[in-house]
């Protein structure tokens, strides 16, 4: 007996060994059992899925010799006939080699004989959108109302191309790809069968370039079959397919986590050597950095969205820890452009090497991701030293008694310094700031002046002429003088009313409220002028030149 292809040895025969796609098998025993079975049928999908397996599946359960059923028997004449693809009453059309209109209009005339030894006569046409558009309109008529013998089957990956009246008239199914995990199920289930030796992480590979179809997954294996007479190893997967293998990957992302820019080329030559496509490689790296993004952004179980292979999950979640978002986002940026520049590129080794520095090198990569992670870096730095310097100061004040003034001047430097969280002082600190109350608003006040100088100077400059006057609960009351209504009602603006209290929030280290009013003429109050007068006197030139900045407006003279 002649060698038969393992895929089609073990094409699934009922509907209980399809894989993957239960939710059409479900749809499609169902209306079997009401006998509410339709006369034209639609399954769509990649190539590998199952599309013509389920057509011819469904063909037996509809003329099995037993009678319509959701589990044909496989031994009666009909569905043995079927399943070898000899059946007279089973006609498979290829429409990528019948295409044209003279084929359909064949198909028309035979449409309307009585099927010979089945129940009923039935077309599974493939790849149906290869017909053309002449094709389409001489099957039209037939697939609206055809004989009541004939049910039409047809398969197709790119249901876009076909024409909108042709749609209309059938049930349309969309097969899903098959995942990783049921894929190796499957070829676990075929290499006990046929005594072949192979390890998981060979298999876990194959199900990963597969991209969801079980098809070329088990030719795959059939292939390594005939590649090696030992155990098939990741590593014979990765040399057969011209891939990267999971470890490899593995260890070239731990190189970039530490900067090893001499054991990326060297690892790199060596896998040029082996003949492996170095695009593919890049294209390997990139997926490889999507998973580890989805597993940064996804608190929960990510690996129905990122497969990885089993004795790898646990190194692989370590390893997404140790890089920071934005690095990996730089990181996919990097190889994602090297990918697309590599598909015109002369020397790809080189591209690849030069992408390789700049992945280790922070200071050489000048794309936008990669100087916005060198600004990050700095922050990082910066605030680590700004904490060091904090820190010191209150290691030295926890040696002595707090006075209430130098808590004041701790709380300042510490605000000052822009430093995020709790800072842990004495317990005596604590209590003196805990209380938020009018004196402490007062005594922040210099503060917020301070802080909203560097953020927005008009907003600075217009509050120079007010003064905080009341606290309830959240709500700080700001009054300003009679004759500084205009510079209330600018602050009053969204913009500035925003930055004034998103500040006191930081600087008081709670969520406040504001509200702006004006003190009245009879009440002696403060007087904000001192205050301004004592910080800074604003002339009325600058008073102008802010104007002129804030409205975008020119001086006419």
Wanted: net charge negative; charged share 30%.
């Amino acid at each position: 007996m002649s060698y038969q292809a393992l895929y089609n040895k073990y094409r699934p025969q009922t509907f209980e060994e399809v894989v993957g796609q239960k939710h059409i098998i479900k749809t499609l025993k169902n209306a079997i059992s009401q006998d509410r079975v339709s006369h034209a049928y639609l399954f769509c999908g990649p190539h590998g899925i199952g599309k013509t397996t389920i057509a011819r599946v469904l063909a037996k359960a509809l003329d099995c010799k037993k009678g319509m059923t959701t589990n044909p028997c496989n031994k009666c004449n009909i569905c043995k006939s079927i399943s070898n693809g000899s059946c007279i009453d089973v006609i498979e059309i290829d429409a990528a080699s019948n295409r044209g209109i003279d084929e359909i209009r064949d198909l028309r005339e035979k449409v309307n004989y009585l099927p010979i030894q089945a129940r009923k006569k039935i077309y599974i046409i493939d790849e149906v959108h290869m017909l053309t558009t002449e094709a389409f309109n001489a099957l039209l008529k037939t697939l609206e109302e055809p004989p009541a013998h004939v049910i039409f089957m047809m398969a197709t990956t790119e249901p876009n191309k076909i024409l909108p009246t042709i749609l209309s008239r059938c049930q349309r199914f969309d097969l899903h790809l098959i995942s990783p995990e049921d894929i190796v199920k499957r070829l676990e289930y075929i290499a006990k069968k046929e005594k072949i030796e192979v390890l998981s992480s060979a298999l876990s590979l194959i199900a990963g370039h597969s991209k969801g179809s079980q098809r070329d997954a088990i030719g795959i294996l059939d292939q390594l079959h005939s590649f090696t007479d030992k155990k098939i190893t990741e590593e014979d997967v990765a040399s057969l397919l011209g891939v990267l293998d999971y470890k490899n990957l593995f260890k070239i992302i731990n190189l970039i986590i530490k900067s090893d820019t001499g054991g990326l080329i060297y690892l790199i030559d060596e896998l040029s050597q082996s003949g492996i496509d170095l695009r593919q490689l890049v294209g390997d790296i990139v997926e490889y950095l999507r998973g580890m993004l989805i597993t940064k952004n996804i608190k929960k179980s990510t690996m129905d969205l990122v497969y990885i292979p089993k004795d790898l999950k646990a190194a692989f979640t370590r390893q997404s820890k140790q890089l920071e978002l934005e690095e990996i986002q730089r990181l996919l940026d990097l190889f994602g452009q090297t990918y697309k520049d590599m598909r015109w590129a002369p020397d790809n080794k080189l591209l690849l090497e030069i992408s390789l520095i700049k992945a280790t090198r922070l200071s050489l990569d000048d794309t936008l991701s990669g100087l916005l992670s060198r600004v990050k870096e700095l922050e990082d730095h910066l605030e680590l030293k700004v904490k060091e310097e904090v820190q010191e100061i209150f290691e030295e004040e926890e040696k002595e008694a707090l006075e209430p003034e130098r808590v004041e001047e701790i709380e300042y430097k510490s605000e000052k310094l822009e430093i995020k969280g709790e800072v842990k002082i004495g317990k005596k600190a604590k209590k003196k700031v805990a209380d938020f109350n009018f004196e402490l608003v007062q005594k922040m006040w210099p503060l917020v002046l301070d802080e909203l100088k560097e953020k927005s100077k008009p907003t600075h400059a217009f509050l120079l002429y007010a003064m905080p006057v009341k606290v309830t609960d959240n709500l700080i009351e700001i009054q300003f003088e009679p004759e500084a209504k205009f510079q209330m009602e600018i602050l009053e603006r969204e913009d500035h009313f925003k930055k004034i209290q998103d500040t006191l929030s930081k600087i008081l280290g709670r969520k406040v409220n504001i509200h702006l009013n004006i003190r009245e003429e009879e009440k002696e109050e403060f007087t904000p002028k001192k205050k301004v007068a004592k910080k800074e006197k604003i002339s009325e030139n600058e008073v102008v030149e802010l104007l002129k900045a804030e409205f975008d407006a020119e001086s006419m003279d």
